[in-house]
């Protein structure tokens, strides 16, 4: 199984950004996929899931300002990032479940699979 985020950089506060994840080893169809964020001495805090259905949920810190997407053909995993703020700046993590309907869905222990991360600054 592999998870690899893409699209990790540098950007302005009030900038775009978007990062990909793309997914391979297993059944990507079958699963939920979440984005999760980490900044040094803090736990991963899951921001947005996204069910093969394609339900979504969003944490409040970002509602309104990021949008997740998936692609059922290609077996990526979309976190499009808008009105950046200083403190989106993290370790930016794609994660898959095999179950995420309820509000676990928010903590890590619900995943099983993990990517590397993709690291995003923000410069004010």
């Known amino acids: 199984v592999q998870l690899v985020e893409s699209g990790g950089d540098s950007v302005q506060a009030g900038g775009s950004l978007r990062l990909s994840c793309a997914a391979s080893g297993y059944t990507y169809n079958d699963y939920c996929m979440g984005w999760f964020r980490q900044t040094p001495g803090e736990e991963r805090e899951g921001i947005v899931s996204?069910?093969?259905?394609?339900?979504?949920t969003y944490a409040p810190s970002v509602k309104g300002r990021f949008t997740i997407s998936r692609d059922a053909n290609k077996h990526e995993l979309y976190l499009q990032m808008s009105t950046v703020l200083p403190e989106d700046a993290a370790i930016y993590y794609c994660a898959a479940a095999r179950n995420c309907y309820s509000e676990d869905w928010r903590f890590s222990s619900t995943y099983d699979f993990w990517g590397q991360g993709a690291q995003v600054t923000v410069s004010s």
């Open positions: 996204i069910h093969s259905d394609g339900v979504t």
